[in-house]
């Protein structure tokens, strides 16, 4: 962006918005790869401009950094990615036979998010941006923004539960208001359709994958094993997570055009990780690693808005 002539309408409207704009903040997750995002989040939280959307749209883990970012505790929040004891707490393979799952995002949410940050849900509920946390319903594997379902103290940890809820290694599905939920990257892991379905004109996406690192179809006996798994929770689930990669594709091919062709509409654009960047993988246990990920998304954001 640095030397053209006519600043992004993206940027534009996060500045200076004008009547009629409706500014979306779209935050992909992906597990501990979420910790990029959660940079970039800070990374707003620095410049002032925490406060510039009309909604937060976070799939995953970037439904949490949304979580943090539009309550005001950003300062709170983000370091939660790199505190090692909070990550042993999380995260354990230790935990494969035991009552709590391995990956407990329960625990994370119920208890360690109100230690960290006392307030912080109703601090969430009272924010002027509204938090649209999407989840996938395991009965027709589509995802489900889960917005208007929050309602209060309790639903609200729900919500955050239920996005985040990683098939297979973290519990069974979270049951709410009569559907059952689980992760959001099985079905929207970028959720920006969601913000044009709401009549978003301009979308923010803050992505915790670097160009060209694009999700496929899933293979080998890990691949094999979560299939299964699914089948037996639900067909829908099973058949979302087999194609994944195909519909991650159209995703991404939608939001190239998007972010490049400025006179569509709606106007988006994204920000990525720097191509030479750490990136954590989705369970990444290497603190060291998913603290250079938070700083390359925070990097990433200053370099494109600061």
């Known amino acids: 962006m640095a030397g053209t002539a006519e600043i992004h309408p993206v940027l534009r409207a996060i500045r200076e918005p004008a009547q009629g ?11 501990m790869r979420g910790a990029v995002s959660g940079g970039m989040a800070m990374a707003l939280h620095e410049l ?34 790199t505190d ?9 393979k230790r935990r494969i036979f035991g009552k709590r799952p391995i990956v407990d995002m329960k625990t994370m949410i119920e208890q360690n998010y109100e230690i960290v940050s006392p307030g912080l849900f109703e601090a969430v509920l009272a924010a002027d941006t509204e938090f649209h946390p999407l989840a996938t319903d395991i009965e ?3 995802a489900v923004d889960l ?24 519990g069974p599905p979270v049951a709410m208001n ?33 160009e060209g690192d694009v999700a496929s179809d899933p293979s080998g006996i890990g691949g ?3 299939s299964r798994f699914l089948g037996r929770i639900s067909p829908a689930v099973r058949e979302g997570y087999l194609t994944r990669g195909a519909r991650e594709g159209a ?32 369970l990444e246990s290497d603190m060291d690693v998913v603290e250079a990920g938070l700083e390359s998304g925070r990097q990433a954001v200053l370099e494109a808005l600061g």
């Not at 704009?21 to 597990?31: F, K, S, T």
């Not at 090692?84 to 999380?90: F, H, I, P, V």
């Not at 490049?260 to 509409?265: D, K, L, R, W």
């Open 251 to 282: 995703d991404e091919h939608f939001l190239a055009r998007h972010d490049s062709e400025i006179g569509v509409n709606p106007s988006i654009l994204q920000i990525r990780p720097h191509p030479d960047s750490p990136v954590p993988s989705r």
């Open 224 to 226: 094999r094993l979560t």
């Open 140 to 142: 027709t594997g589509l």
């Open 48 to 81: 002032g401009l925490a406060e510039s959307f009309d909604a937060a749209y976070g799939s995953s883990a970037g439904a949490l950094n949304a979580l943090w970012l539009i309550s005001g505790r950003a300062e709170d929040g983000m370091p939660t990615w």
């Open 84 to 92: 090692a004891e909070l990550g042993k707490d999380l995260m354990s």
């Open 178 to 210: 009569g559907g059952r939920y689980l992760d959001a990257g099985l079905s929207a892991a970028i959720p920006f359709q969601a913000a044009i379905d709401d009549g978003a004109t301009h979308l923010l996406v803050l992505r915790s994958r670097k």
């Open 21 to 31: 704009d409706r500014v979306a903040l779209v935050i992909e997750g992906g597990g």
């Open 147 to 170: 917005h208007d379902q929050v309602r209060d103290r309790e639903s609200l940890i729900l919500a955050a539960r239920a996005t985040s809820n990683l098939p297979l290694i973290g």
